[in-house]
């Protein structure tokens, strides 16, 4: 393999462990906004980031709560991150005890 073929694996490795504590830092900063014990944050598409909360107490709330939360958290994540985000989706997600998905609900953040 060139050395230069190396050095773009590099950057790439770099880029991606970068992103990863991105996400890592942002999934705890909104645990502790939100008040929320179990968060996920992925980012797909493209760039659009999804945060998951599981079982939260949001899970038996109304769908008007659900996207006010969606849209507070959508604007959380544009304002803590460095790079733009086309989107940001968020799931209530309620799982069991066996880890099984038994009630998903999607949002998008406005």
């Not at 949001?58 to 008007?64: I, R, T, Y």
């Not at 209530?92 to 949002?107: C, H, M, P, W």
Request: glycine share 4%; hydrophobic share 45%.
């Amino acid at each position: 393999m060139s050395k230069r073929a190396l050095w773009i694996l590099a950057g790439l490795a770099l880029c991606a462990s970068c992103r990863f504590r991105e996400m890592m830092a942002l999934r705890e900063q909104i645990a502790a906004q939100f008040h929320e014990s179990h968060v996920q944050v992925n980012v797909i598409n493209k760039g659009t980031v999804v945060v998951s909360f599981i079982n939260s107490p949001l899970n038996a709330a109304s769908e008007e709560t659900k996207q006010k939360r969606a849209d507070e958290v959508a604007k959380f994540v544009v304002a803590n991150l460095e790079h733009p985000v086309p989107q940001v989706r968020v799931f209530f997600v309620a799982q069991s005890e066996a880890g099984t998905v038994t009630k998903l609900d999607r949002y998008t953040g406005r």
